[in-house]
């Protein structure tokens, strides 16, 4: 099965509402990373995560190591967060390898 | 100023071609990697480097190459390219699991 299993697949969401996103690791996991992918293709980098939370603007993460989970808020959604949201999951004796969730697909209409 | 780019951006090739996709950081970051992305799909790890003169097998390295010459180029070769490498390629650096993307190669084997 996927070590790093992301939820919802895909997503709908009015403008300046608000939305979670998870994933979920069956792999023993030390760091996560966020990134988005936007409609024009460009993978951007949102959170570095050790276990912990971190915040940016609209946008806060959170790490579970012992849960085996991780989250991306994002608060009053704007068009441009459309995009698809992947994570990614070191998965300790990877040698700098990571191990990617399948992606959220995330749709904010106005 | 862009600290990962790739070249070519689009790139037509004929079935038994060879191929170079070309990768240069400016971060001075150790660690490189090329990926493809299949549509709908999530990332996939081909080939990566830990400095100058290394290259190591990703996930799917069968029909590819790799060449990292210094510290700030790594190229990814497909010495004899078949239609199932039509793909988008993404060239990463970082240090330790942070991972830095350029903005993609877009291949089409004919």
């Known amino acids: 099965g996927d070590k790093v299993k992301q939820s919802p697949s895909a997503l709908s969401l009015q403008e300046g509402t608000n939305s979670a996103l998870r994933c979920n690791f069956s792999?023993?996991?030390?760091?996560v990373q966020w990134f988005l992918q936007n409609p024009r293709g460009s993978l951007i980098n949102l959170f570095y995560?050790?276990?912990?939370?971190k915040e940016n603007g609209r946008l806060k993460s959170a790490f579970d190591s012992k849960e085996s989970y991780s989250t991306l808020h994002i608060r009053d959604a704007q068009l441009e967060d459309s995009g698809t949201y992947f994570c990614?999951?070191?998965?300790?004796?990877?040698?700098?390898?990571?191990?990617w969730g399948s992606g959220t697909k995330l749709i904010i209409k106005p | 100023e862009a600290a990962v780019t790739q070249s070519p951006r689009n790139k037509v090739a004929v079935t038994g071609g060879k191929v170079t996709l070309s990768c240069n950081q400016t971060n001075n970051h150790n660690n490189m990697y090329w990926y493809r992305q299949d549509t709908g799909h999530g990332l996939r790890l081909i080939h990566y480097s830990y400095g100058a003169g290394s290259t190591e097998k990703g996930d799917i390295p069968d029909g590819y190459k790799a060449s990292r010459p210094s510290q700030e180029n790594f190229s990814l070769i497909l010495e004899l390219a078949t239609p199932s490498q039509t793909s988008v390629y993404f060239c990463?650096?970082?240090?330790?699991?942070?991972?830095?993307f350029g903005p993609g190669t877009r291949l089409t084997v004919l």
């Open positions: 792999i023993a996991a030390t760091t």
């Open positions: 995560l050790v276990p912990g939370t």
């Open positions: 990463a650096s970082g240090d330790y699991y942070e991972q830095y």
């Open positions: 990614a999951a070191d998965p300790m004796d990877s040698n700098y390898q990571l191990i």
